[in-house]
Antibody
Framework: QLVETGGGLIQPGGSLRLSCTTS????????MSWVRQAPGKGLEWVSV???????YYTDSVKGRFTISRDRSKNTLYLQMNTLSAEDTAVYYC?????????????WGQGTLVTVS | QSALTQPPAASGSPGQSVTISCTGT?????????VSWYQQHPGKAPKLLIY???KRPSEVPARFSGSKSGNTASLTVSGLQAEDEADYYC??????????FGRGTKLTVL
């Protein structure tokens, strides 16, 4: 129900913008996060945008990544700047809808970002 | 924030039960009832199994259950089936509007 696009091969120091869209619900009606997974590694939470618009980031991407949404396009974004090899991962967007919205209940299929 | 501690591997025979632990600190697992568990098959996106320690989304079988004691949460898979072979991750809300995941447990159905 969530579809991510925008991944690809990018040189170190470069920028990339990921998008996440859905036709199943309104992006702005739930908390939305980005979670990444480096090749062969575990999951790492990256960023969240709350329904009210507040945004938060994991320390390693603060100042480099920006999460945002466009309600008119029903799309979530992740602008990634100053990329390094450590950012190489599959990036998933995920919705938090259940309960107090502290879990990730719907995930996209992921988009691969390779920094090399 | 450090990753939550999970055993790297677990195993069980079909029909048996297996429990996977997830240990954090009083700043995450112990401090909030916001532990969730995810199942991930190779090459697939994670799937939510348990949220808020013990709650199950409607589509998740009752064979999956969660609990917590102090700084350690647990996922129990009862009546193991071949399709349960996957990687399992725990996650906890960390309070400072961030989340932390465990490093994952590879479950093998013997």
């Amino acid at each position: 129900q969530l579809v991510e696009t925008g991944g690809g091969l990018i040189q170190p120091g470069g920028s990339l913008r990921l998008s996440c869209t859905t036709s199943a619900f309104l992006i702005g009606s739930n908390h939305m996060s980005w979670v990444r997974q480096a090749p062969g590694k575990g999951l790492e939470w990256v960023s969240v945008i709350y329904t009210g618009g507040n945004t938060y980031y994991t320390d390693s991407v603060k100042g480099r990544f920006t999460i945002s949404r466009d309600r008119s396009k029903n799309t979530l974004y992740l602008q990634m700047n100053t990329l390094s090899a450590e950012d190489t991962a599959v990036y998933y967007c995920a919705q938090s809808r259940l309960g107090n919205r502290k879990s990730f209940d719907i995930w996209g299929q992921g988009t691969l970002v390779t920094v090399s | 924030q450090s990753a939550l501690t999970q055993p790297p591997a677990a195993s069980g025979s079909p029909g048996q039960s297996v429990t996977i632990s997830c240990t954090g600190t009083s700043s995450d697992v112990g401090g909030y009832d916001y532990v969730s568990w995810y199942q991930q098959h190779p090459g697939k996106a994670p799937k939510l199994l348990i949220y808020e320690v013990f709650k199950r989304p409607s589509e998740v079988p009752a064979r999956f259950s969660g609990s917590k004691s102090g700084n350690t949460a647990s996922l129990t898979v009862s009546g193991l089936q071949a399709e349960d072979e996957a990687d399992y991750y725990c996650s906890s809300f960390g309070g400072n509007n961030n989340w932390v995941f465990g490093r994952g447990t590879k479950l093998t159905v013997l």
